[in-house]
């Protein structure tokens, strides 16, 4: 078994992927349109292009379970999700320089060094190094 595809709950697709790629720096590599004006929208990294895609999912738009769980998630602060980087303080440098809205500052915790930010669409991202 492999990771292939792992899913991100958005509130509006178009919102996100300019998110996603424009400050985040990921990839657009699919794109195909579905029913009822959704896509099939997925990212990857510029390191790992060939690597697991994310998909920008408009479920909490159609499916009330999914927006209840994205809502309560982010009012108790807790990330979505999580993304590994090289250097937690030097992504949330160049992050903060581009108006990214971050819960957490840069935080060492036992092996770990984190931060949390607003994704704008409806969730929290954690980025972690490795130490």
């Known amino acids: 078994m492999r990771v292939t595809v792992i ?3 958005v509130l509006d697709q178009e919102t996100a992927l300019q998110f996603y790629t424009k400050k ?3 990839l657009k590599k699919l794109d195909m349109p579905l029913d009822g004006g959704h896509r099939w929208l997925t990212l990857v990294s510029p390191e790992a292009q060939d690597g697991p895609e994310i998909l920008l999912e ?3 738009l159609h ?3 999914c927006k209840v769980f994205q809502t309560s998630l982010k009012d108790a602060g807790i990330p979505w999700t999580q993304f590994d980087v090289d250097n937690v303080q030097e992504e949330y440098d160049r992050l903060i320089a581009l108006d990214v809205e971050f819960s957490v500052k840069p935080t060492e915790m036992g092996t770990v ?3 949390v ?3 704008t669409c409806g969730n929290y991202i954690q980025i972690v190094e490795m130490l």
Request: proline residues 22%; charged residues 15%.
């Open 7 to 9: 899913s991100i709950p």
């Open 24 to 26: 985040l720096g990921f």
């Open 58 to 60: 408009p479920a909490p």
């Open 63 to 65: 499916f009330e379970p």
């Open 113 to 115: 060094k984190f931060a």
């Open 117 to 119: 930010f607003n994704d």
